[in-house]
């Protein structure tokens, strides 16, 4: 006679049960990632074809393109050495190299001659950077975004965003903003994408600075530094506008300034993204615009810096190649830009990524310009980088190995974390 299970081995299988489910992605991950890493040591990079430096007028002021990061720095440091008053500068990642060092001591001469200087950066992106090198002198006013904001308030999801933010902003003159970090490496390895504005844009970019710095700044450790107050432009720009992704107040229009775009979109949809881990909804909008008729490409690393968030992608992969999505695949660099150009009338330029870390997650920051010459400008762009691609095929896609197969199904639950 068979007896049943008792409660206690029951419970013990469906524990062994849970963990094996909710562990393997994890296990699977961290396995890809070391093997990853090690397969990357040493490899030299790849030279790709760039796109010089190009300026279009927009009302009373004018925005410009780099695609290089070299061409970027040497305009960035430029402007803090020419700073009068104010420099205002907020990075996610700064690393302690040539560039990173450079950009310090440009912020730390300004101060010396008067210029107020206001940095911001994300503690987290740069636990590995030397202590040495994030000490600065006190004549610069430094926020450092902790690692952990919640505090006692370890429910409150609001304060779990990361600072993905890079502004940089002199005087009432020049501010630069995209995807950008600050290091050696992205001045000629990666492909990533800036915008300098100059007019009334400025001060848009100047108040998102003000806003963030209030918001965090009674997380330094000098809890009396005053307030960051602007005075207010009077001047507005109507084509150009920022949106700004704020966890601790629970705004994320980034998401759906992408949807309402894509969704007006009649001619063609152009988008260049480092990390594409969209939702269901976000596909959905694409696949729609696609079976009606417009041009939609998607243009992703071949290989990213990050190997798991390159197989999770995949996910979609399918949906959206049976619609007519068409996926070019970068090679020989990282491609680390967040722009897309839709219609030749709307562009964005900023920090987001299409994944839930950055569009209902972190703290990001993208311009949105509703010009055609500026769209002129971004398809020329996305055309030089459409060169150098690979396009994934539906063929190919779907004659891909079991193995591809199985490892995508096991990664997928990581998505929403992504």
Same mark, same amino acid.
């Given at each position: 006679?068979?007896r049943?299970?008792s409660?206690?081995?029951?419970l013990?299988?469906?524990r062994?049960a849970l963990a094996?489910?909710?562990g393997?992605p ?9 093997v ?8 030299k ?21 780099y695609?290089? $990061?070299r061409?970027?720095? =040497?305009?960035?440091?430029?402007a803090? #050495?020419?700073?009068?008053? %104010? !420099?205002?500068?907020? /990075?996610?990642?700064?690393k302690a190299?040539?560039v990173?060092e ?8 300004a101060?010396g001659?008067g210029?107020?200087?206001?940095c ?10 030397s202590?040495r ?9 430094v926020?450092?975004?902790p690692?952990?904001n919640a $505090?006692l308030r370890?429910? =409150?999801?609001?304060r779990y965003g990361? #600072?993905?933010?890079?502004? %940089? !902003?002199v005087d009432? /003159?020049v501010a630069f903003?995209g995807g950008?970090n ?12 800036h915008?300098?504005?100059t ?8 108040r ?6 209030n918001l965090?700044?009674r997380?330094r ?11 207010a432009?009077s001047t507005?720009e ?9 966890p601790r107040?629970?705004m994320?229009?980034?998401?759906s300034m992408?949807?309402e775009a894509?969704?007006r ?8 993204h480092?990390?594409f881990?969209p939702d269901q909804d976000f596909?959905?909008a694409?696949v ?7 041009d939609v490409?998607i ?9 798991v968030a ?5 996910g979609?992969?399918s949906?959206l ?6 996926i070019l695949?970068?090679k020989d660099?990282?491609v680390?830009?967040?722009t ?5 009338q709307w562009?964005t ?9 950055s ?9 949105e ?16 980088d459409?060169s ?5 095929t539906r ?20 998505r929403?974390l992504l």
């Amino acid at each position: 006679m068979s007896r049943s299970p008792s409660p206690d081995r029951l419970l013990r299988t469906v524990r062994r049960a849970l963990a094996a489910v909710v562990g393997t992605p994890f296990l699977l991950a961290v396995a890809l990632t070391l093997v990853d890493s090690y397969r990357r040591r040493g490899k030299k990079p790849t030279p790709f074809p760039r796109t010089p430096p190009r300026t279009v007028e927009i009302g009373e002021g004018t925005v410009t393109a780099y695609t290089y $990061g070299r061409d970027l720095y =040497d305009d960035m440091l430029a402007a803090i #050495d020419a700073a009068e008053r %104010l !420099v205002l500068f907020e /990075t996610y990642m700064w690393k302690a190299d040539e560039v990173g060092e450079a950009f310090k001591r440009a912020l730390v001469a300004a101060a010396g001659r008067g210029v107020e200087v206001y940095c911001i950066y994300d503690a987290f992106a740069n636990l590995v950077v030397s202590p040495r090198f994030k000490r600065f002198p006190r004549s610069l006013k430094v926020l450092r975004y902790p690692v952990y904001n919640a $505090g006692l308030r370890f429910w =409150d999801l609001s304060r779990y965003g990361r #600072d993905h933010r890079k502004i %940089l !902003v002199v005087d009432d /003159t020049v501010a630069f903003v995209g995807g950008y970090n600050i290091g050696t490496p992205y001045a000629t390895e990666w492909r990533d994408t800036h915008v300098a504005v100059t007019g009334p844009a400025v001060w848009d970019l100047k108040r998102a600075f003000a806003d963030f710095w209030n918001l965090h700044r009674r997380n330094r450790l000098r809890p009396s530094e005053p307030p960051l107050l602007l005075e207010a432009s009077s001047t507005w720009e109507p084509r150009i506008r920022l949106s700004r992704n704020i966890p601790r107040l629970w705004m994320f229009p980034i998401r759906s300034m992408y949807l309402e775009a894509i969704n007006r979109a009649a001619r063609n949809i152009w988008m260049t993204h480092a990390y594409f881990i969209p939702d269901q909804d976000f596909v959905d909008a694409l696949v729609l615009a696609a079976r009606r008729g417009v041009d939609v490409r998607i243009l992703l690393p071949l290989k990213s810096n990050h190997i798991v968030a390159d197989w999770i992608s995949r996910g979609y992969y399918s949906q959206l190649l049976a619609a007519g999505v068409r996926i070019l695949r970068y090679k020989d660099a990282m491609v680390h830009a967040k722009t897309s150009t839709i219609d030749g009338q709307w562009t964005t330029v900023g920090t987001a990524n299409v994944d839930r870390l950055s569009l209902t997650g972190n703290y990001e920051i993208n311009v949105e310009v509703i010009d055609e010459a500026m769209a002129e400008m971004m398809e020329a762009i996305f055309e030089v980088d459409e060169s150098n691609t690979l396009e994934l095929t539906r063929q190919e896609w779907e004659a891909r190995d079991l193995h591809r197969k199985f490892t995508e199904f096991v990664l997928a639950p990581l998505r929403p974390l992504l």
